[in-house]
C-alpha cells in the first residue's frame, strides 16, 4: 500500500499508527487502525479527508463511536476521529453545531438558554453529525423534524450547504447512512422556537429519568435493531427468551432486549455472533427479519464481503457516527 505510506509520512507525527480502535467507540470493541488522526475543527476534517483521497487512501470518519461494530482486525486507511465541537446560538432561535458537538450537549444548551425542539434528545449519546447521518431519534422527536440544513463534505472536495428535504430522512436513517460516495457531515443548524425555560428543564429532566430507567448503562452500542413496523425490537427479543444471552463476553440486556453488553472483554466476532443468534430465534420464533440500526465498519474478512456488509471505510469513507 504504497498510497497508505506516502500518506503517514505526509501526517507525520499528527497520525497515530496501527491505533487500537476499542477506545474510541461506545461498545469498547474494535482492531486497530493502520492511521487515526484526531480533528479538533471542521476545517481539519476536511484537510486530512483531503489528503487521503490525495494519496488513494481509504478513510473512516468516527464520531463518539456509537451505532458501529469496529472489527477485530481493525480498519485500513486512514480513521478520522472528529471531535470539532463549536456550537453558536442565534437570536432567532437556530443553532448552529458543529458534527463532532455532543448532541445531548447541544440539547441541554438549548433547554437552558430557553429555546425548545432538541428536548428529546438531552441523553442521546452520540454527535451532531452523526445524529444528521441516522436521523436519530427519541422520545417522539427526530432530527428531521428540527433539521434547516447541514455542510456536507463532497467526493470531489466541495463543500455544499444542504437543505433537510435533501437527505431524504427516514426512520433512523437518510440518504447518507450506508450510502457510498464518502460524504461526510460537517456542521448542521438547526431551528429551534422560544419556549418555558421551567417546562423544558421539567422535561429534560424527564428524558434523562426515562432512559436511565429503560436503557442500561456500561458499554453498548446504543440500539441494535430497528423496531420493525408496529412493534418493537426489544419486546420480541424478550419474547424470544433472549434477555441475558450471552456468548463469551457480548450480552444480551436483561434492562432492555435490544441492546448488547460489553461484559468482559467482548471482542466484534461475539457481538456479531450474539447479533447474529438474535435475530435468528427472532425470525425463527415469529417470522420477523429484525434489521440492524448498527453498521458493521472494518475488516471483516470473506463474509464482509458479502452485499450489504462491507465496512464504510471500503466505500471511501462514512459520514460519522451516533
Given at each position: ?16 499508527r ?66 470539532a ?60 423534524s ?65 432512559r ?12 441494535t435493531?430497528?423496531?420493525p ?25 436483561e ?55 462491507k ?12
Amino acid at each position: 500500500m504504497g498510497g497508505l505510506a506516502d500518506l503517514a509520512r505526509a501526517l507525520g507525527g499528527r497520525a497515530r499508527r496501527n491505533e487500537p480502535l476499542a477506545a474510541y467507540t461506545s461498545m469498547r470493541v474494535g482492531g486497530p487502525a493502520d492511521l487515526l488522526v484526531v480533528c479538533r475543527t471542521a476545517e481539519e476534517v476536511v484537510r486530512m479527508v483531503g489528503m487521503a483521497r490525495a494519496h488513494q487512501v481509504p478513510f473512516l470518519v468516527l464520531g463518539s463511536g456509537t451505532n458501529v461494530l469496529v472489527a477485530d482486525a481493525g480498519v485500513r486507511g486512514l480513521v478520522v476521529i472528529n471531535r470539532a465541537g463549536r456550537v453558536r446560538f442565534g437570536e432567532d432561535g437556530t443553532v448552529w453545531a458543529e458534527a463532532g458537538a455532543s448532541m445531548a450537549a447541544l440539547a441541554r444548551d438549548a433547554a437552558r438558554r430557553g429555546w425548545a425542539g432538541l428536548e428529546w434528545a438531552a441523553g442521546l449519546p452520540g454527535t451532531v453529525g452523526g445524529a444528521v447521518v441516522g436521523n436519530a431519534g427519541a422520545f417522539g422527536g427526530d432530527v428531521a423534524s428540527v433539521l434547516r440544513t447541514a455542510t456536507v463534505l463532497e467526493p470531489d472536495g466541495t463543500v455544499e450547504e444542504r437543505p433537510a428535504e435533501w437527505f431524504e430522512f427516514r426512520y433512523r436513517g437518510s440518504r447518507l447512512k450506508g450510502a457510498e460516495g464518502g460524504r461526510v457531515v460537517l456542521a448542521a443548524t438547526f431551528g429551534l422556537r422560544p419556549g418555558d425555560p421551567e417546562a423544558m428543564a421539567a422535561r429534560v429532566a424527564e428524558v434523562l429519568r426515562e432512559r436511565r430507567a429503560r436503557q442500561p448503562s456500561g458499554a453498548t452500542m446504543g440500539s441494535t435493531f430497528k423496531n420493525p413496523p408496529g412493534d418493537y425490537a426489544g419486546r420480541l427479543i424478550e419474547a424470544a427468551g433472549l434477555k441475558g444471552y450471552r456468548i463469551g463476553g457480548a450480552m444480551v440486556s436483561e434492562q432492555h432486549a435490544n441492546f448488547i453488553l460489553n461484559v468482559g472483554d467482548a471482542t466484534a466476532a461475539e457481538v456479531w455472533a450474539l447479533i447474529q443468534h438474535v435475530r435468528a430465534e427472532v425470525e425463527r420464533r415469529f417470522g420477523v427479519r429484525l434489521e440492524l440500526e448498527v453498521e458493521r465498519v472494518g475488516e471483516w474478512g470473506e463474509e464482509a464481503g458479502k452485499k450489504g456488509s462491507k465496512g464504510a471505510e471500503e466505500r471511501w469513507g462514512s459520514c460519522g457516527s451516533v
